[in-house]
């Protein structure tokens, strides 16, 4: 293959069809016998309540939040981690001020409770 | 029409499709799962243009985060997910005109360019050994240090800024 | 060039040979044979799920000490056709108010992006998908799939545990993949490029990475089990609390997705840990063999495998919030020092010779493991002084 | 091969497509979303500017990597805020956050 971005597309293709098969599949063969009863959500045998739909916890935003931030600033770090052997030490030493930065975001939301489960 | 162009046209097909979709959909979390196809085809055409680097962060960073995020904000602030009112404004004719004549500004501006119908050069090097050389553009005092810096306090400002705004009990 | 050295190779010339004898042209021929190779690594990869049904049972019966299956066929090697055949003729049950689309996608982009990771496996010199100058990234890309498909199984079942489920897990997933994405920054810089092909190339003559980084391999051993959602980190599923999380809604064949891509992932984890760390697909004469390559790589990815079943029967679940803050207050951190006093170390003695290279990484690593053991335990007996100290308060 | 115009108009597209979600929606989560689709727009030319121009210089992808991480810092500080403004106002309609006009 000339470029390897064709093969990965093709792959992704063929990846993904390759799970459709068994679920056609299985819809074709499978007995079809729905009932309300059947239907419903199931939730350990008791009536639902409610909305499913509910509102979550705060917490799962705050850790999703530090994850974006942290996981842009990787990002940034593999372009320098693959060229260190072309860099000069004190292009290195940049690399380290980064994460030294990155660093002290944890550090203030660690110092400030912003990490703990509440 | 070759391979790419073919490509080009399905995966640009995408994006517009699910753009529309993600302007107009009711449900906003489905919305969010159509960003996530126009994500995908703005990645497909970062791989079309030899930038792979690109085309996988931009899995990685948009898809695997952002697009978590806006899901994770939507079930966050809506009581009711299905939404009863209406979604667009009352403006929303003025906006659709602007967007057009937006459009159509800048397609009449670039039809006027000469540099249109360029082609893609030869990449010197091939495209293999781009990704080292983003890494010492990156880092070298001459070219990109200071925006690499900047984007690390500016992520850091970011950071605490959200976060304090975010759990501010007050 | 014979079939031993080469084979891909020549397969491939044969079949683009056959191929334009009939007409073809360069390019289509090129595409299909493409595909043919594309449809025999992922049906690899499928036949290889089926069986590690089986392994996978016999591993947890020999550790709980049973005797798992044993009926059909020998050893009970046959047991998950029958397993399949249930889950196929299984009536599929679409619970009330479910968003059937985004219901009926997420297995089939959980499974995908489990298949997606094998087109960069390098099985041996000369046998594997694609060479891909942005591999690594490249895994981290199809993680982000796997969290997009559990998101879009939580929230498309109308069920209060499924979401509460789905959000336990993608918590933990999101907060594990920066410890893992720092462990592969490892390799990286070990090897000076994100090609899995190139990293294993650099490990030949027994130097592994293992050796220049412990840690790493240690580091990304746990934010693997992390993020493939394997006890001790199973806080998905925890029957007795929610039932079953994301996936309780989904029966049949849907499920068995759910279930075969959890299998191939911590598979392809394994082989991901031979590859980054335990040299892939280098042992002996396997450079001039590489069928012999396969089978060295498949054995450290069942190694790999196993150390991950081994920790899932032992250890007990643990709960989200020790979880979380063990990710945060210690893997990250850790990882973050192991990434600067690699990329120092390696900086400063890249020029000073096999072996001070070897040793000066290697004793880094064992350093900063003691100094963090050391830390920690210092913060463990504070927190035991604290909680022993006698309360004035409750006196009278 | 793929001319450069196809590019541009394609971005142009999806800038439009984006200013309408911008000013038409009522969720402020909505308008944050269709901002990410003008800046993928942005993203787009900046890349293709870059393919198609000079590649020896890497400026183009710094560039777009740069706004990845503005991208991030948008939608982190963006969603924050609104997740506040819920809180107090119960309410993320942009139509109904009117404390300041008085």
Same mark, same amino acid.
Request: net charge neutral; hydrophobic share 60%.
């Given at each position: 293959?000339?470029?390897?971005?064709?093969?990965?597309?093709?792959?992704?293709?063929?990846?993904?069809?390759?799970?459709?098969?068994?679920?056609?599949?299985?819809?074709?063969?499978?007995?079809?016998?729905?009932?309300?009863?059947?239907?419903?959500?199931?939730?350990?045998?008791?009536?639902?309540?409610?909305?499913?739909?509910?509102?979550?916890?705060?917490?799962?935003?705050?850790?999703?939040?530090?994850?974006?931030?942290?996981?842009?600033?990787?990002?940034?770090?593999?372009?320098? &981690?693959? &060229?260190?052997?072309?860099?000069?030490?004190?292009?290195?030493?940049?690399?380290?001020?980064?994460?030294?930065?990155?660093?002290?975001?944890?550090?203030? &939301?660690?110092?400030?409770?912003?990490?703990?489960?509440? | 029409?070759?391979?790419?162009?073919?490509?080009?046209?399905?995966?640009?097909?995408?994006?517009?499709?699910?753009?529309?979709?993600?302007?107009?959909?009711?449900?906003? /979390?489905?919305?969010?799962?159509?960003?996530? *196809?126009?994500?995908?085809?703005?990645?497909?055409?970062? *791989?079309?243009?030899?930038?792979?680097?690109? *085309?996988?962060?931009?899995?990685?960073?948009?898809?695997?985060?952002?697009?978590?995020?806006?899901?994770?904000?939507?079930?966050?602030?809506?009581?009711?997910?299905?939404?009863?009112?209406?979604?667009?404004? *009352?403006?929303?004719?003025?906006?659709?005109?602007?967007?057009?004549?937006?459009?159509?500004?800048?397609?009449?501006?670039?039809?006027?360019?000469?540099?249109?119908?360029?082609?893609?050069?030869? /990449?010197?090097?091939?495209?293999?050994?781009?990704?080292?050389?983003?890494?010492?553009?990156?880092?070298?005092?001459?070219?990109?240090?200071?925006?690499?810096?900047?984007?690390?306090?500016?992520?850091?400002?970011?950071?605490?800024?959200?976060?304090?705004?975010?759990?501010?009990?007050? | 060039?014979?079939?031993?050295?080469?084979?891909?190779?020549?397969?491939?010339?044969?079949?683009?040979?056959?191929?334009?004898?009939?007409?073809?042209?360069?390019?289509?021929?090129?595409?299909?044979?493409?595909?043919?190779?594309?449809?025999?690594?992922?049906?690899?990869?499928?036949?290889?799920?089926?069986?590690?049904?089986?392994?996978?049972?016999?591993?947890?019966?020999?550790? !709980?000490?049973?005797?798992?299956?044993?009926?059909?066929?020998?050893?009970?090697?046959? !047991?998950?056709?029958?397993?399949?055949?249930?889950?196929?003729?299984?009536?599929?049950?679409?619970?009330?108010?479910?968003?059937?689309?985004?219901?009926?996608?997420?297995?089939?982009?959980?499974?995908?992006?489990?298949?997606?990771?094998?087109?960069?496996?390098?099985?041996?010199?000369?046998?594997?998908?694609?060479?891909?100058?942005?591999?690594?990234?490249?895994?981290?890309?199809?993680?982000?799939?796997?969290?997009?498909?559990?998101?879009?199984?939580?929230?498309?079942?109308?069920?209060?545990?499924?979401?509460?489920?789905?959000?336990?897990?993608?918590?933990?997933?999101?907060?594990?993949?920066?410890?893992?994405?720092?462990?592969?920054?490892?390799?990286?810089?070990?090897?000076?490029?994100?090609?899995?092909?190139?990293?294993?190339?650099? !490990?030949?003559?027994?130097?592994?990475?293992?050796?220049?980084?412990?840690?790493?391999?240690?580091?990304?051993?746990?934010?693997?089990?992390?993020?493939?959602?394997?006890?001790?980190?199973?806080?998905?599923?925890?029957?007795?609390?929610?039932?079953?999380?994301?996936?309780?809604?989904?029966?049949?064949?849907?499920?068995?997705?759910?279930?075969?891509?959890?299998?191939?992932?911590?598979?392809?984890?394994?082989?991901?840990?031979?590859?980054?760390?335990?040299?892939?697909?280098?042992?002996?004469?396997?450079? !001039?063999?590489?069928?012999?390559?396969?089978?060295?790589?498949?054995?450290?990815?069942?190694?790999?495998?196993?150390?991950?079943?081994?920790?899932?029967?032992?250890?007990?679940?643990?709960?989200?919030?020790?979880?979380?803050?063990?990710?945060?207050?210690?893997?990250?951190?850790?990882?973050?020092?192991?990434?600067?006093?690699?990329?120092?170390?390696?900086?400063?003695?890249?020029?000073?010779?096999?072996?001070?290279?070897?040793?000066?990484?290697?004793?880094?690593?064992?350093?900063?493991?003691?100094?963090?053991?050391?830390?920690?335990?210092?913060?463990?007996?504070?927190?035991?002084?604290?909680?022993?100290?006698?309360?004035?308060?409750?006196?009278? | 091969?793929?001319?450069?115009?196809?590019?541009?108009?394609?971005?142009?597209?999806?800038?439009?497509?984006?200013? =309408?979600?911008?000013?038409?929606?009522?969720?402020?989560?909505?308008?944050?979303?269709?901002?990410?689709?003008?800046?993928?727009?942005?993203?787009?030319?900046?890349?293709? =500017?870059?393919?198609?121009?000079?590649?020896?210089?890497?400026?183009?992808?710094? =560039?777009?990597?740069?706004? =990845?991480?503005?991208?991030?810092?948008?939608?982190?500080?963006?969603?924050?805020?609104?997740?506040?403004?819920?809180?107090?106002?119960?309410?993320?309609?942009?139509?109904?956050?009117?404390?300041?006009?008085?």
């Amino acid at each position: 293959m000339q470029s390897p971005w064709l093969y990965i597309g093709l792959f992704l293709l063929v990846g993904i069809i390759i799970p459709i098969i068994p679920i056609a599949f299985s819809a074709l063969v499978a007995p079809k016998k729905p009932n309300p009863i059947k239907q419903s959500t199931y939730e350990c045998g008791i009536e639902t309540v409610g909305d499913s739909w509910v509102q979550f916890k705060a917490q799962y935003y705050v850790f999703a939040l530090i994850f974006l931030i942290f996981d842009v600033e990787t990002v940034f770090l593999f372009p320098w &981690a693959l &060229a260190i052997n072309a860099l000069p030490f004190f292009a290195v030493a940049e690399g380290v001020l980064f994460i030294l930065i990155l660093i002290a975001g944890l550090s203030f &939301a660690w110092r400030k409770g912003m990490i703990e489960w509440v | 029409m070759d391979a790419s162009q073919v490509i080009f046209i399905l995966s640009a097909a995408l994006i517009i499709a699910s753009a529309v979709m993600v302007v107009s959909t009711r449900n906003l /979390i489905q919305a969010a799962l159509w960003l996530i *196809a126009t994500l995908f085809g703005v990645a497909i055409l970062y *791989a079309v243009l030899d930038a792979g680097f690109l *085309a996988v962060v931009q899995v990685v960073v948009y898809i695997g985060a952002i697009a978590i995020m806006f899901i994770f904000a939507v079930m966050l602030t809506s009581k009711d997910m299905r939404d009863k009112g209406p979604q667009v404004n *009352a403006s929303w004719p003025g906006a659709a005109l602007l967007g057009l004549l937006t459009f159509g500004g800048i397609f009449v501006i670039l039809s006027k360019w000469d540099g249109l119908g360029k082609l893609p050069g030869e /990449i010197p090097g091939g495209a293999d050994a781009l990704l080292a050389k983003l890494g010492v553009a990156l880092t070298s005092p001459e070219l990109f240090v200071l925006p690499f810096e900047v984007a690390s306090i500016l992520l850091l400002a970011a950071l605490i800024g959200s976060v304090y705004v975010a759990m501010n009990k007050k | 060039m014979s079939f031993w050295t080469d084979p891909i190779k020549v397969v491939y010339d044969g079949l683009m040979l056959l191929l334009t004898g009939w007409g073809l042209s360069g390019a289509a021929a090129n595409v299909i044979s493409s595909l043919l190779g594309i449809l025999l690594l992922i049906t690899g990869a499928m036949v290889l799920d089926i069986m590690l049904v089986w392994v996978e049972r016999k591993v947890v019966a020999r550790f !709980q000490g049973r005797l798992g299956p044993n009926r059909v066929g020998p050893y009970g090697l046959f !047991q998950p056709f029958p397993d399949i055949i249930k889950l196929i003729i299984k009536e599929d049950i679409t619970p009330d108010g479910a968003d059937k689309v985004v219901y009926n996608m997420a297995p089939i982009i959980s499974l995908g992006s489990v298949i997606f990771l094998w087109a960069v496996v390098p099985l041996a010199s000369t046998i594997y998908g694609v060479d891909l100058n942005v591999a690594l990234l490249y895994l981290v890309a199809a993680g982000a799939l796997g969290t997009l498909s559990i998101i879009m199984a939580g929230w498309s079942s109308n069920n209060k545990y499924a979401l509460l489920g789905a959000f336990r897990q993608v918590a933990a997933m999101i907060s594990f993949e920066i410890p893992m994405v720092v462990a592969l920054l490892i390799p990286t810089i070990l090897a000076g490029s994100l090609s899995l092909k190139v990293i294993t190339e650099a !490990q030949a003559g027994g130097r592994w990475f293992f050796w220049l980084s412990p840690l790493g391999a240690v580091l990304f051993l746990i934010s693997a089990i992390a993020e493939l959602g394997r006890s001790p980190f199973d806080l998905n599923e925890g029957e007795s609390e929610i039932v079953s999380g994301y996936h309780i809604e989904y029966t049949g064949m849907k499920f068995g997705l759910f279930y075969a891509g959890e299998l191939l992932h911590a598979f392809t984890f394994g082989g991901f840990l031979s590859v980054l760390f335990f040299g892939g697909w280098h042992g002996p004469w396997a450079s !001039q063999y590489p069928l012999l390559g396969v089978f060295y790589f498949v054995a450290k990815a069942m190694f790999g495998y196993w150390l991950i079943m081994w920790v899932k029967y032992t250890v007990p679940r643990i709960r989200i919030d020790h979880m979380l803050a063990f990710n945060w207050k210690f893997l990250t951190p850790v990882a973050f020092a192991l990434l600067v006093v690699t990329a120092v170390v390696h900086s400063l003695l890249k020029n000073a010779g096999f072996w001070p290279y070897c040793f000066g990484l290697f004793f880094s690593n064992v350093l900063l493991g003691w100094i963090t053991l050391e830390i920690l335990r210092a913060s463990t007996r504070r927190q035991r002084l604290a909680v022993e100290a006698p309360q004035p308060a409750a006196q009278h | 091969m793929i001319p450069l115009s196809w590019y541009l108009y394609l971005s142009a597209a999806l800038f439009s497509i984006g200013l =309408f979600g911008v000013l038409a929606r009522r969720n402020a989560v909505a308008i944050l979303l269709s901002v990410e689709l003008m800046l993928n727009a942005v993203n787009i030319n900046l890349v293709a =500017f870059w393919r198609y121009g000079n590649t020896a210089s890497m400026a183009g992808q710094v =560039f777009a990597i740069i706004v =990845f991480a503005v991208a991030a810092a948008e939608v982190a500080v963006g969603l924050s805020l609104i997740y506040s403004i819920y809180r107090r106002r119960n309410t993320v309609i942009a139509d109904e956050l009117d404390l300041m006009k008085w």
